[in-house]
């Protein structure tokens, strides 16, 4: 097992190289397509997050508003429906030339709690970027900070593709379960 | 062992960050002509490295932050990290490992550029007793602030970092090596999969191995007192320990091996500075393995060295 002063240094290191990832591929003569692609979604995704953070909160409102009593199980009810994403274990892929990085997120009170890498096809050792990828994933939190690394190696673009399609998932839930609730308070 | 025609073996060697550089990469899958391109963004990352951090070079963002005292100056993520990284183990070996000991190293005549030989005019007071506490950091802006003159080295950590973006650009590659003059950074395995040996110098008969490591993946930083003697007082080498101002003489190699060069190369030196028994605390509490050599030519391994055999 791995002291927690080793896992510091190994975060501070890899965070380091990572930082610098993004000055690669603009200096690269030829950015490699898949991993610009994954910054285009990665931007797109991050746009999305806002509209359906919008959609939310209407939804609040007309489950706040009621002249119900309020009761323990309507207000989680109420703090179910403000979240981005939906509670729960969402997978994803993410794919480029060299391989496919395979991950699994979970996510509560859109928290991301659990990082895992459960499947990994490329050349090198999963060993690379496993744990620690997951871990800056799980110690940063914030997805848009997901834009600096993803000019990283291709490896990191597939790790972090996985997370974005793990991601986009959990929302279409959170939305899905959003229209269900408001669909039965109409009812 | 069989080599298929389509193997590509590619090694290239430059002169940089004071030392000499190589990168051997091998390859079933990919052409000469992309081996070469990454081989270019690799070089290129080191030496931007070597741009920023050279206390050798007046035009360095190193030279221009130590040039700026009292303000906050904005840097590249070139200075800006390995600097970050050694005020980190600055803390961790309280003040022992410490990248104020510029000013130290070039009253002791370490001010010549490797290449040009030029002399360093460092106009820098010098205060005497600045220590890492008077760098501070802002991670948000990412801007310095000396708190008082001082001249920053980041001679034990740039060269690792350098060595960790390079790998960086090669992990994609089935096989590749790194040596920058005492770090080794080593991929998975040769391309017929058996595993890399790195050699560890003998620290006084130089052209004899110490002992040969197995490794995968990582890197391995050795630290000696025998390549770099001190011109103005002989006994004392390049790594300097920043209390005492003296080279300490009871530990003469430090080899670590960690997941990343700026770690193994920080690592080495700290060891190197502090002394065989201090030196072994630290690794343990850092949960890494390394090889001391003392300076009556006894080997100390940390318990865990054993599986690199």
Redo the contacts between chains.
Sequence with gaps: MSSSLNQKLVALCSAAVLSIAGYSMQQAAKPLPSAHAAVTTLNRVATHHKTHHKVVKQKKKVVVHPKKKTTVANLATQALLKQKYKNGTYSGVGQTQIGAVQVAVTLKKDRIIGVKITGADTHYPVSYIDPILPQELLARQDINKIDVVSGATLSTADFYYGVVSALQKAQQAQVKYVASVKKAHHA | MLKSQQDTTIERTMLLLGTIVTIKVESKEVSAAVIE?TLD?AF??MQ?VELACSRFDEKSELRRVCNRVGVPTLCS??L???L??AL?MSE?TDGVFDPTVGRVMYANGFSEHYLTGTKVHDETANPGDVTYKDVVLDDTQRTILLKRPLTLDLGAVAKG?AV??A???L????SFWIDAGGDVFV??HHLDGTPWHVAVRHPVQTDKILCTLQA??VAICTSGGYERRNRIEPENHHLIHPITGKSPDHVISSTVIA??A??ADAFSTAAFVLGIEDAKKLLQ????EGLLVDNELECHRTSGLGRYF
């Design positions: 391109q963004r290129a990352k931007q993520e070139y800006y990290e390995p970050r990284f980190m961790i970092f960790d973006l790998v960086k650009e992990n994609g590659f089935e991929g998975s995968a993946q997941p990343f700026m770690m509490t850092a949960d890494l």
